[in-house]
């Protein structure tokens, strides 16, 4: 059996599944509960420093984007940080930390950003037992116009400034959570490393309007007439995730540096991925505030089996795996010839693949197969662009077959190369010759 065990920058938990900081984690009832289920962790919901309460708005908090079968795909939110009182959040960490040893325990914090507020909240944490604190520079509203949240995480100098006095004056270990709303996210990541920080987390939500409402003329949701951007997350966001989690894995000033993914992720299938592009663990919202903390079970069955059937035996067998694969786009082959195939059995005779090809720029495939209505691949033209993969409804009908090596490509008339292993300097590849000279 595959041993799915976690340790995390020394955080030990049964699973690499936690929560992320986020309504499921507010209170010790939620908690409990997800616990209960079989989560291996959780990052609590941001706390902020002691004083005024957070108020949080009474309208609706939250926008969705859906697929067409309703399933939901994005969701928006503006909620704020936590606006239960610091004390109570802290009594019930203390006590579900108490009751849940084997569980992992990581607190969300945000306070201004001045060196006396951290030192002040990082005492009363560490007494509650936590096992670390997940410095939350993603949030990117309501809070990051009093100057926290994303506009921290905006700033890579903030960044390592913030980290180096959080690592100063806590043993704990310290996870610094990334806003993806940022052009470049290796340089909040490389100034989170400078600083001391033990991870990385990522991502937090990103900016976003998911609809206005064309009677009054007003982003949703809306409160009294009036929206604002709020944070969107959910499974639309996970290519965004695994893009930036996978930079941050490949980037040399920051290898080795442990990271938590977080972004759509829904089932085992989605973890592993995040975990093959280099997260040692992950963090799930969206899926649990939609589906229930039960969720969980699947993911982990899923992800033991799969170990179980390709002979993976814990995690670092998988962790990090897909990294030396992921390139930059002038090493891709270019000698690397695919064509597609439609499978006439499978074929509903839709015509969406023709119609998708026809008007995108390749017209390369026809609409008639002796004379009767049919759907074929003209060799001669198709590039391989799958947009007819993409497009098809019946899923496996068409695929991209590999020509192989001395096959002609009808398109270009050349025939196909052996030596794919050496495409970096190979001398059709115009970037190797740049390379050269
Ligand atoms: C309603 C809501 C509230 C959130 N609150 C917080 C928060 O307090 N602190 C934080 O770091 N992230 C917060 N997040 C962001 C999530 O922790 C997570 O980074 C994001 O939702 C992406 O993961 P997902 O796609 O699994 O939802 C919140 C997300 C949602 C939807």
Same mark, same amino acid.
């Given at each position: 059996?595959?041993?799915?065990?976690?340790?995390?920058?020394?955080?030990?938990?049964?699973?690499?599944?936690?929560?992320?900081?986020?309504? $499921?984690? *507010?209170?010790?009832?939620?908690?409990?509960?997800?616990?209960?289920?079989?989560?291996?962790?959780?990052?609590?919901?941001?706390?902020?420093? /002691?004083?005024?309460?957070? =108020?949080?708005?009474?309208?609706?908090?939250?926008?969705?984007?859906? @697929?067409?079968?309703?399933?939901?795909?994005?969701?928006?939110?503006?909620?704020?940080?936590?606006?239960?009182?610091?004390?109570?959040?802290?009594?019930?960490?203390?006590? =579900?930390?108490?009751?849940? $040893?084997?569980?992992?325990?990581?607190?969300?914090?945000?306070?201004?950003?001045?060196?006396?507020?951290?030192?002040?909240?990082?005492?009363?944490?560490?007494?509650?037992? #936590?096992?670390?604190?997940?410095?939350?520079?993603?949030?990117?509203? @309501?809070?990051?116009?009093?100057?926290?949240?994303?506009? =921290?995480?905006?700033?890579?100098?903030?960044?390592?400034?913030?980290?180096?006095? %959080?690592?100063?004056?806590?043993?704990?270990?310290?996870? !610094?959570?990334?806003?993806?709303?940022?052009?470049?996210?290796?340089?909040?990541?490389?100034?989170?490393?400078?600083?001391?920080?033990?991870?990385?987390?990522?991502?937090?939500?990103?900016?976003?309007? !998911?609809?206005?409402?064309?009677?009054?003329?007003?982003?949703?949701?809306?409160? *009294?007439?009036?929206?604002?951007?709020?944070?969107? %997350?959910?499974?639309?966001?996970? $290519?965004?995730?695994?893009?930036?989690?996978?930079?941050?894995?490949? *980037?040399?000033?920051?290898?080795?540096?442990?990271?938590?993914?977080? @972004?759509?992720?829904?089932?085992?299938?989605?973890?592993?991925?995040?975990?093959?592009?280099?997260?040692?663990? =992950?963090?799930?919202?969206? #899926?649990?505030?939609?589906?229930?903390?039960?969720?969980?079970?699947?993911?982990?069955?899923?992800?033991?089996?799969?170990?179980? /059937?390709?002979?993976?035996?814990?995690?670092?067998?998988?962790?990090?795996?897909?990294?030396?694969?992921?390139? *930059?786009?002038?090493?891709?082959?270019?000698?690397?010839?695919?064509?597609?195939?439609?499978?006439?059995?499978?074929?509903?005779?839709?015509?969406?693949?023709?119609?998708?090809?026809?008007?995108?720029?390749?017209?390369?495939?026809?609409?008639?197969?002796?004379?009767?209505?049919?759907?074929?691949?003209?060799?001669?033209?198709?590039?391989?662009?799958?947009? %007819?993969?993409?497009?098809?409804?019946? /899923?496996? %009908?068409? !695929?991209? /077959?590999?020509?192989?090596?001395? #096959?002609?490509?009808?398109?270009?008339?050349?025939?196909?190369?052996?030596?794919?292993?050496?495409?970096?300097?190979?001398?059709?590849?115009?970037?190797?010759?740049?390379?050269?000279?």
């Amino acid at each position: 059996m595959a041993d799915i065990r976690s340790n995390f920058v020394g955080i030990k938990s049964p699973n690499p599944f936690w929560l992320a900081s986020a309504p $499921p984690t *507010d209170k010790a009832y939620n908690v409990i509960r997800a616990f209960q289920a079989g989560w291996g962790g959780v990052v609590w919901k941001t706390l902020g420093e /002691e004083g005024p309460p957070v =108020v949080n708005v009474n309208g609706p908090r939250y926008g969705a984007i859906y @697929g067409a079968d309703r399933r939901l795909l994005g969701l928006n939110n503006i909620e704020l940080i936590t606006d239960r009182e610091l004390q109570t959040n802290l009594r019930e960490i203390k006590q =579900v930390k108490k009751d849940w $040893p084997d569980r992992a325990i990581v607190v969300s914090l945000m306070v201004p950003c001045e060196e006396e507020s951290w030192k002040a909240i990082l005492p009363v944490v560490e007494e509650t037992g #936590a096992d670390g604190i997940e410095l939350n520079f993603g949030c990117p509203h @309501g809070m990051s116009e009093r100057g926290m949240g994303s506009a =921290v995480g905006q700033v890579p100098e903030y960044v390592e400034m913030v980290v180096r006095w %959080c690592k100063a004056n806590t043993r704990m270990p310290v996870i !610094t959570k990334l806003t993806p709303n940022i052009t470049d996210i290796r340089k909040p990541a490389r100034a989170a490393h400078a600083g001391g920080t033990d991870a990385v987390s990522l991502i937090n939500t990103i900016n976003s309007i !998911t609809s206005v409402d064309l009677d009054n003329f007003a982003p949703q949701p809306t409160i *009294d007439g009036k929206g604002t951007h709020g944070g969107y %997350c959910g499974p639309a966001v996970k $290519p965004i995730a695994m893009s930036m989690v996978s930079e941050i894995a490949r *980037d040399a000033e920051t290898q080795g540096l442990p990271i938590s993914g977080i @972004g759509g992720i829904t089932t085992w299938r989605d973890a592993a991925e995040f975990m093959a592009l280099g997260a040692g663990n =992950v963090q799930v919202c969206t #899926a649990v505030m939609t589906y229930g903390f039960k969720i969980v079970q699947e993911m982990i069955s899923g992800l033991s089996n799969w170990m179980d /059937e390709k002979g993976h035996k814990n995690l670092d067998h998988i962790v990090g795996r897909a990294v030396p694969n992921v390139t *930059d786009w002038q090493f891709l082959n270019l000698n690397y010839i695919t064509k597609a195939r439609i499978d006439q059995d499978l074929c509903i005779k839709c015509g969406r693949c023709y119609i998708a090809c026809e008007d995108t720029s390749h017209q390369a495939i026809a609409n008639t197969i002796d004379g009767q209505r049919g759907f074929e691949v003209i060799d001669a033209e198709c590039v391989a662009c799958n947009l %007819c993969v993409d497009v098809c409804p019946v /899923e496996g %009908c068409i !695929t991209m /077959e590999e020509l192989q090596p001395g #096959a002609v490509d009808e398109r270009t008339g050349k025939v196909v190369e052996a030596d794919y292993a050496n495409w970096t300097t190979h001398p059709n590849n115009p970037m190797a010759k740049v390379a050269a000279e």
